[in-house]
């Protein structure tokens, strides 16, 4: 290991003793964590279908002059932003 330029000491801390200063703060906001990942994946989720909806008024509905169906999909795709 290169050595530390601003402690002046040779070598790092090992992850050990990285991950026992962090071990406070997860203990303390992991709810908080926990509520970002359930959030993340729940968008990441909801925008798969955004693409398919897109997808089937250009095709199916606008190419295929079903435009009755235009305005159901539009609803459809608005639920999903």
Known sequence: MPRDRILGQHGYSGIK???DRLYPFLRQ??????????????S??????QPL??????DDIII???LNLLAGAVLLLAEFL
Do not use: Y
């Not at 990441?44 to 279908?49: R, T, Y």
């Open 53 to 58: 909806i897109t997808r089937f008024i250009i």
């Open 44 to 49: 990441a989720g909801l925008s798969f279908p």
């Open 17 to 19: 003793a990285c991950l």
């Open 64 to 66: 295929g002059q079903r």
């Open 29 to 42: 906001h992991w709810q908080k964590g926990a509520l970002g990942i359930v959030l993340i994946v729940l």
